[in-house]
């Protein structure tokens, strides 16, 4: 059994258990709004409470910082979250390694679902200048990216990945209000098992409201948030797609002597 690691909240000092809350309450702005902000806080279990501002929200509504503390506190050596983890080839590097493993190109299809016009995430990822310096899917020359952009129903994205008989599908998602991103998520998922082509392909789920935990729980193969480069993409579908084969990459010596990481994490339900 590994050792506790209790922590708890850090505010002036450590293991005071201060913490900062921001809220909006429907009511204009007063004295009386002001004790119904710390009234609220209290009763999340908050004691030392202090409404350190309060502000016009628009009419009658009212946005608050409060901050308390909290005696709560927990084990983070008990902690499991499922990750992404696999060795990272360069540019050509990666390139290479799949034209001796795989021996063609990688076809991937792209988009934002639903109602989502927002494609800087889907962009980022597909789209030949990438991000942050890190080249685009479009960019290699061992992947197919087909970037279908904004408002993609989920039926016609599927539909398009069976035409091309897609590799991997990477599904973006910005708008999360009322879950809709899960939402159009499950509806994505259940048109490709209809289409009889989800077994057959790799999932991959991206937005600012999306981890690795929360695309496994919906049913895809990896989840990716901010932060995400196109070259973390692009190695984890290499890796992944010879996994799915039951190809194993050879092991090349890291800088450190070891071998390849290998992608790890829950398969898909």
């Not at 509504?61 to 709560?72: A, D, I, K, L």
């Not at 962009?123 to 408002?151: T, V």
């Not at 999360?176 to 009889?196: F, I, S, Y």
């Not at 196109?230 to 194993?248: F, H, K, M, T, W």
């Amino acid at each position: 059994m590994s050792e506790k690691h209790l922590i708890r909240p850090y505010g002036d000092r450590k293991d005071d258990g201060v913490i900062q809350l921001s809220f909006v309450l429907p009511v204009p702005v007063s004295e009386k709004a002001k004790e119904a902000a710390a009234q609220l806080a209290k009763k999340l279990g908050l004691s030392h409470v202090l409404v350190s501002s309060m502000e016009k929200a628009g009419e009658d509504y009212s946005f608050f910082v409060v901050y308390g503390r909290t005696h709560m506190q927990l084990d983070y050596a008990a902690i499991e979250v499922p990750v992404v983890a696999h060795r990272k080839h360069a540019f050509d590097e990666l390139n290479d390694v799949i034209e001796r493993d795989v021996g063609r190109k990688i076809v991937v299809v792209g988009a934002c679902i639903g109602t989502d016009s927002h494609t800087t995430g889907i962009d980022a990822i597909m789209n030949m200048k990438g991000f942050a310096g890190d080249y685009g899917l479009e960019r290699y020359r061992m992947f197919r990216a087909i970037n279908l952009g904004s408002q993609v129903e989920p039926h016609a994205l599927v539909e398009k990945a069976r035409e091309v008989e897609a590799d991997a599908v990477l599904v973006s998602k910005v708008v999360t209000q009322r879950d809709v991103h899960k939402e159009d998520a499950r509806t994505l998922v259940e048109a490709a098992k209809q289409a009889k082509i989800f077994d057959k392909t790799i999932w991959i789920f991206g937005g600012p409201r999306v981890d690795h935990k929360t695309a496994l729980e919906l049913g895809f193969d990896a989840g990716f948030g901010p932060g995400t480069k196109p070259s973390d993409v692009a190695n984890y579908i290499y890796y992944r797609l010879l996994e799915r084969q039951g190809r194993a990459p050879p092991p090349q010596p890291t800088a450190h002597g070891t071998p390849d990481a290998i992608i790890q994490g829950a398969e898909k339900p």
